[in-house]
T-cell receptor, first 117, second 115 residues
Framework: GAVVSQHPSRVICKSGTSVKIECRSLDFQATTMFWYRQFPKKSLMLMATSNEGSKATYEQGVEKDKFLINHASLTLSTLTVTSAHPEDSSFYIC?????????????FGSGTRLTVV | GENVEQHPSTLSVQEGDSAVIKCTYSDSASNYFPWYKQELGKRPQLIIDIRSNVGEKKDQRIAVTLNKTAKHFSLHITETQPEDSAVYFCAASFASPNSGYALNFGKGTSLLVTP
């Protein structure tokens, strides 16, 4: 089946620094990748939709200058949390959809636990 | 995206009993409804999904029913086992601007199966 790799799995950074998270589709091409954020014991909240070769689409309330998304190829999307603050600490998880539509599957990466100290 | 409501938030059953989780959605254009199981600290795993042209789908001990008219769908787990304990999320597709379809998730149900 489709596999999505996400790195790093865990990162601790200091306030004010930036952190980059990578999401790769290993055995399929994904024109669209989704970035979610999950707080402890909470649901997955869609942050943005990453489109290969074009600008990401951000959900209401998500700062695009804070969460930079780059989808430079059909297998890689990156999320950069800029000038991180403790309130940015969360579980970030990506998901990718193979070419062909939603019904073809929707696979999640393993997630990144970000802690800002 | 539109809202997806999920109930109950917690569910405790004894091993061997059945568990039912219910979701409602508001976007009449939604046509894909997956269910995910997430164990602590791990990624959500797709366990079953259903499309709007089908009313019911079953895979061994897991079944999903969909009522498009009422805009609700349910997950049914029979003969529950302790390893079924996890958080379960329902989701419904919605048209994300400029990028086709994305998923809106329910808030999750924490299922505990006691031996």
């Amino acid at each position: 089946g489709a596999v999505v790799s996400q790195h790093p799995s865990r990162v601790i950074c200091k306030s004010g620094t930036s952190v980059k998270i990578e999401c790769r589709s290993l055995d399929f091409q994904a024109t669209t990748m989704f970035w979610y954020r999950q707080f402890p014991k909470k649901s997955l909240m869609l942050m943005a939709t990453s489109n290969e070769g074009s600008k990401a689409t951000y959900e209401q309330g998500v700062e695009k200058d804070k969460f930079l998304i780059n989808h430079a190829s059909l297998t890689l999307s990156t999320l950069t949390v800029t000038s991180a603050h403790p309130e940015d600490s969360s579980f970030y998880i990506c998901s990718a959809k193979p070419l062909g539509g939603l019904s073809d599957g929707y696979t999640f990466g393993s997630g990144t636990r970000l802690t800002v100290v | 995206g539109e809202n997806v409501e999920q109930h109950p938030s917690t569910l405790s059953v004894q091993e061997g009993d059945s568990a039912v989780i219910k979701c409602t959605y508001s976007d009449s254009a939604s046509n894909y409804f997956p269910w995910y199981k997430q164990e602590l600290g791990k990624r959500p795993q797709l366990i079953i999904d259903i499309r709007s042209n089908v009313g019911e789908k079953k895979d061994q001990r897991i079944a999903v029913t969909l009522n498009k008219t009422a805009k609700h769908f349910s997950l049914h787990i029979t003969e529950t086992q302790p390893e079924d304990s996890a958080v379960y999320f329902c989701a419904a597709s919605f048209a994300s601007p400029n990028s086709g379809y994305a998923l809106n998730f329910g808030k999750g149900t924490s299922l505990l199966v006691t031996p």
